[in-house]
């Protein structure tokens, strides 16, 4: 991979794929933590 990032359009499209890789999993996480608190409810 190449680190060097040339023009304004490279620096957005990889902090955007940076963004899309942080925020799948916290968004699976949170929907995950938010189904284990609501079942503890039914219980």
Do not use: C, N, R
């Amino acid at each position: 991979m190449d680190g060097i990032i040339y023009t304004l359009q490279d620096f957005f499209l990889h902090t955007k794929t940076i963004t899309y890789l942080l925020m799948g999993p916290a968004l699976l996480g949170f929907v995950g933590f938010w189904i284990f608190l609501s079942e503890k409810d039914e219980e």
